[in-house]
Nanobody, 119 residues
Framework: VQVVESGGGLVQAGGSLRLSCAAS????????MGWYRQAPGKQRELVAG????????TYADSVKGRFTISRDNAKNTMYLQMNSLKPEDTGVYYC?????????????WGQGTQVTVSS
């Protein structure tokens, strides 16, 4: 399974970005996908996540009301709409896919995409 992110970039504070993450490969089903952020000198943290069956979402307190996570089950793709961006949202955003294949659960990470918010 490959996990590929896209959509990062440089934006001014108050602006918006949309991240995408697609999982592809051999036969599998997605259980959960999440966006994690790692700022310089800090630990990687969960920003938002979504259950593919049912659509239950979770958000870090710092992004509630500004970020919206969604998914397209048919495409095994997850999106993160980021609005009202702040400089503290800066970091490398990694996509993680928790998938099931042949009765076993696996976790895959993307390569990361840089998000920089200037003040």
């Amino acid at each position: 399974v490959q996990v590929v992110e896209s959509g990062g970039g440089l934006v001014q504070a108050g602006g918006s970005l949309r991240l995408s993450c697609a999982a592809s490969g051999s036969t599998f089903s997605v259980n959960f996908m999440g966006w994690y952020r790692q700022a310089p000198g800090k630990q990687r943290e969960l920003v938002a996540g979504i259950q593919f069956s049912g659509g239950t979402t979770t958000y870090a307190d710092s992004v509630k009301g500004r970020f919206t996570i969604s998914r397209d089950n048919a495409k095994n793709t997850m999106y993160l709409q980021m609005n009202s961006l702040k400089p503290e949202d800066t970091g490398v955003y990694y996509c993680n896919a928790n998938v099931r294949s042949s009765g076993t659960t696996y976790s895959y990470w993307g390569q990361g995409t840089q998000v920089t918010v200037s003040s």
